[in-house]
């Protein structure tokens, strides 16, 4: 496996159900991220993750949860969703350059997504 | 004001010709701009990116960016219909932030 991969790559769920979506990258990067892309709409970051740690949640209610047990793999917990929380979740790493100037770094590179369905 | 604009579009071109992408950002002290291309049902994918003033070409993109204007710009050369996709500007301060994305269709 080369690059971010996400499983699975569809789901469908109903509001009572839980589930977990999982994405590894496979880059040695340093950080990672959840998004959630609807449809017409930006991407809209959801949590950050950097060595490990917690570094941001953009007010993401807490029917989600992330999950981040090392570097390279990161998890989103899912359970009593709604139907509004159908959109495609994108999962990306980068290597982060804390506090130097300008490089290759911050670059994200994004899996493939998993198109959620819930009903 | 939102942190990233860019025009929605559609942004129509015909095959062969120039297509021109604008994207403006809010944060001076942003040192890191990028641009993703997605494919309709697809995850962004990185196709170029800048750091400092000037322009940058990488094939047929050419990326441009001003930062006293708080300016950044993609050029696609010859375009061709496989080029059609959302491409999405991405700007760094201390944290990265997507623009809504500019639809670009190309016409053979």
């Known amino acids: 496996e080369t690059g971010v991969t996400q499983t699975p790559r569809h789901l469908v769920m109903g509001m009572t159900n839980k589930k977990s979506l999982k994405c590894e990258q496979h880059?040695?990067?340093?950080?990672m991220y959840w998004y959630k892309q609807s449809a017409k709409k930006p991407l809209e970051l959801m949590f950050v993750?950097?060595?490990?740690?917690?570094?941001e949640n953009n007010s993401v209610p807490s029917r989600f949860s992330p999950e981040c047990p090392n570097s390279s793999h990161l998890f989103l917990h899912l359970h009593t969703l709604q139907p509004e929380d159908s959109a495609l979740y994108l999962c990306?790493?980068?290597?982060?350059?804390?506090?130097?100037?300008?490089?290759?770094?911050?670059?994200?590179?994004f899996g493939p997504g998993t198109r959620l369905t819930v009903l | 004001q939102k942190e990233v604009e860019q025009n929605s579009g559609p942004l129509s071109v015909p095959e062969g010709a120039i297509a021109s992408l604008n994207c403006t950002y809010s944060?001076?002290?942003?040192?890191?701009f990028f641009w993703y291309r997605q494919y309709s049902g697809k995850s962004p994918e990185l196709i170029m990116s800048?750091?400092?003033?000037g322009d940058k070409e990488d094939g047929r993109f050419t990326a441009q960016l001003n930062k006293a204007s708080q300016y950044v710009s993609l050029l696609i050369r010859d375009s061709q219909p496989s080029d059609s996709a959302t491409y999405l500007c991405?700007?760094?301060?201390?944290?990265?932030?997507f623009g809504a994305g500019t639809i670009l269709r190309v016409k053979s």
């Open positions: 991405a700007v760094y301060g201390n944290k990265l932030v």
């Open positions: 880059l040695g990067h340093n950080a």
């Open positions: 800048i750091y400092s003033n």
């Open positions: 944060d001076r002290v942003s040192q890191s």
């Open positions: 993750y950097n060595f490990k740690e917690q570094t």
């Open positions: 990306a790493s980068s290597q982060e350059n804390f506090g130097g100037s300008a490089s290759s770094y911050n670059e994200q590179f």
